[in-house]
């Protein structure tokens, strides 16, 4: 996992605007930025946590990188071996392709089953539209992908009512899995389960990416869950991506002045000390601030933040940040 | 334990049970505590273990039917003398007199809390209204604008005539708190008051409810599925597993010294962000159907130092290991031997 390896995923200068319409005609008078001008890269077996709060973009971000939304400009690179394929440009034919090498995992495992088919049909279905398998081939396959994440065979034929939460995650995953992707992105997997299960899914899912390779985009807004997964952290507020850095860095040492208010506000067991509590709210994605999005509630905001957008840049080989002031502050981690 | 006097709420063996056509969910199933005037509980439990339906039957608002206080008692020490909730019925004048004067409660969902149908001021101002009918109109909106500043809304003045929808979930969230506050009440019960809300927005709730408690001088029940929150606001702790309490203690004891396995496992599963935790502990199994009877220890089947033979077949009864930490655990209880399944059942027929 060394900074030299060569990515596995790239994301450059990503936009995704929904429009507002209006009006008589239907007019576009606006756009949500929901995803900003984001560029990260996803190295090969490697775990990115991405973390924010609602609205942040996360999740558009998630979905946008498998083109479940398609982009409004940027381009989504993945490497896989010489094969390189630009996700935004892939025809139907290719798009098959780039699925059998990505993947999701969704935050809610009681909406993202459908109840009229069985596990055997849920866990079978990208087999059979990617055009990966079908019949006896297809029913091994299944089953083989439902002793990997800890499912019953059993319980090939029964219908996603008859499962727990945890277990309806568990079809999920493996869901994602069956295809034998490289990368996939998990959608808060574990935010609707409760804390004694959601251990279990997020073990099953380390388990899982050192039995075979795996690289994770994990989002969630738990940074506690976002700790122990992850080996690099980005953080997003308000559709942009305001710093990237490795885990134990960006925790110890905050480069942002969100990051650091973030950090901050997480309630700890460990000591009870005075919190920074940042004032304000997330603004309203159509209405963005000037300036730096975060500017209005930030504590260190300058004359330059108000009226000058900052860009992401590197200060450190592995470490970047989009704030004016980064080289002058030096912000309390954990 | 603090003397008697203290006491503000006494919650002694409450059981509400839910009568469904599935059969009966025992859901509070024998729980006694009490909150000292001014000071906070906490109670940590995952979903389904009775703690929202505890605080409920405090305020006796579970629905009726299915659900049902069935035995139990929850006394309120206030200065004109004891009352027995319990005894009271649900929709009565006794009753009405005491929710949101005495006990009211914040509850987690900031979006439904409040009827869209009305302005926010008008929904606070039904509620002193009710309680102190002699203020005028004017001094009633002066009193919600006063109430809307203190819990941080900007210009009150302004805000006190809009629309539940018109805020966000956090300016919700302090409106049904102000509305909560609008009679003093001693108590103050808060269901999971920030889960709805993102983490910065939920460490300005938190710091507001902890000032508020102060001014006010009031009791707070704190309940939420989130340890680091509840350890932050609560003087003590209990943890609630399957409507019974497993744990109680000051909450640096139940931190640095749980007891009970369920506590300790439950400990070990949840990732935090000033832990380095190379590898999650988790809990084996999962919970049992609510409909089940327990014998014994309800976290018997996913325990791993359950003692089969006498975990399984009575229910261990309440220790107290220090003055300030109990636990409901045969582990812990002196004389509790692997039965001879007599004695086991001589214990059951003793409680």
Request: glycine share 6%.
């Amino acid at each position: 996992m060394s900074a030299q390896a060569e990515p596995l995923l790239e994301i450059k200068e990503l936009k995704k605007w929904f429009p507002i319409t209006g009006g008589f005609l239907k007019r576009t008078i606006g756009y949500v930025k929901a995803v900003d001008d984001v560029t990260l890269t996803v190295l090969p077996g490697e775990t990115l946590g991405v973390v924010g709060e609602s609205g942040s973009g996360k999740t558009t971000l998630g979905r946008t990188v498998l083109r479940l939304y398609e982009p409004t400009s940027g381009d989504i690179v993945l490497h896989e071996g010489a094969n390189v394929m630009h996700v935004p440009q892939l025809d139907d034919k290719e798009m098959h392709h780039f699925r059998r090498n990505a993947q999701m995992i969704f935050q809610d495992p009681y909406a993202s089953l459908n109840p009229r088919m069985n596990i055997l049909e849920t866990i079978g279905e990208p087999l059979l539209v990617n055009g990966i398998a079908k019949g006896t081939e297809l029913e091994e396959r299944v089953k083989k992908v439902m002793l990997q994440v800890g499912l019953r065979v059993e319980h090939l034929r029964r219908y996603p009512h008859s499962f727990s939460g945890g277990q309806r995650q568990r079809i999920g995953i493996a869901r994602a899995l069956v295809v034998n992707p490289k990368l996939v992105v998990a959608d808060e997997p574990v935010s609707a389960l409760d804390v004694s299960i959601q251990a279990q899914i997020l073990n099953l899912l380390k388990d899982l990416q050192a039995q075979y390779q795996l690289t994770y985009i994990f989002i969630s807004h738990a940074m506690g869950v976002i700790r122990y997964m992850s080996d690099r952290i980005a953080v997003m507020y308000a559709g942009k991506m305001v710093e990237v850095g490795p885990k134990q860095e960006l925790l110890s040492s905050p480069l942002h002045p969100y990051t650091e208010a973030l950090l901050s506000a997480v309630p700890k067991m460990s000591q009870k000390r005075k919190r920074l509590v940042s004032r304000g709210e997330v603004p309203d994605l159509s209405r963005l601030p000037s300036g730096c999005v975060f500017h209005p509630r930030c504590k260190y905001a300058t004359d330059i933040c108000k009226n000058e957008e900052p860009h992401l840049r590197e200060i450190s080989p592995t470490r970047t940040v989009s704030c004016h002031l980064a080289d002058k502050l030096t912000l309390e981690g954990i | 334990m603090a003397n008697e006097t203290n006491k503000l709420v006494e919650v002694r063996d409450l059981q509400t049970y839910f009568y469904l056509y599935e059969g009966v969910v025992r859901a509070v199933d024998g729980v006694s505590y009490s909150i000292n005037k001014g000071k906070s509980l906490g109670v940590i439990g995952e979903s389904g273990c009775g703690k929202s339906v505890t605080a409920q039957s405090m305020m006796r608002i579970v629905p009726t039917p299915p659900a049902k206080e069935v035995g139990g008692e929850i006394l309120l020490h206030l200065e004109k003398g004891t009352v027995d909730i319990l005894k009271m019925t649900a929709n009565s004048p006794e009753m009405r007199a005491l929710r949101w004067k005495e006990i009211s409660m914040v509850f987690q969902e900031p979006m439904t809390s409040f009827s869209p149908l009305f302005t926010i001021g008008n929904q606070i101002t039904e509620a002193i209204r009710l309680h102190i009918p002699d203020l005028t109109k004017k001094e009633m909106r002066d009193r919600v604008i006063e109430l809307l500043g203190k819990v941080g809304i900007p210009q009150p003045s302004r805000l006190i005539d809009v629309y539940p929808h018109q805020l966000s979930g956090g300016m919700r969230q302090r409106a049904m708190i102000a509305m909560a506050l609008s009679c003093n009440p001693k108590l103050l019960i808060a269901d999971e008051p920030t889960t709805a809300l993102d983490v910065t927005i939920e460490a300005q709730i938190l710091e507001l409810i902890r000032s508020l408690q102060e001014e006010f001088g009031m009791a707070l029940m704190y309940i939420s599925h989130d340890l680091a929150v509840v350890s932050e606001m609560s003087d003590e702790i209990m943890i609630m597993y399957l409507g019974r309490i497993m744990e109680k203690a000051t909450t640096d004891e139940v931190f640095n010294n749980p007891l009970h396995p369920y506590t300790q496992a439950l400990w070990r599963s949840i990732p935090t962000i000033d832990g380095d935790i190379k590898r999650l502990n988790t809990i084996s199994g999962m919970l049992p159907s609510p409909y089940t009877v327990h014998k014994g220890c309800p976290f018997f089947s996913r325990c791993e130092q359950r003692i089969p033979g006498l975990c399984d077949e009575a229910k261990p009864v309440v220790t107290e290991v220090t003055p300030t930490h109990t636990v409901s655990c045969f582990l812990y209880e002196k004389n509790a031997q692997v039965p001879m399944s007599a004695n086991a059942s001589t214990r059951v027929g003793t409680k």
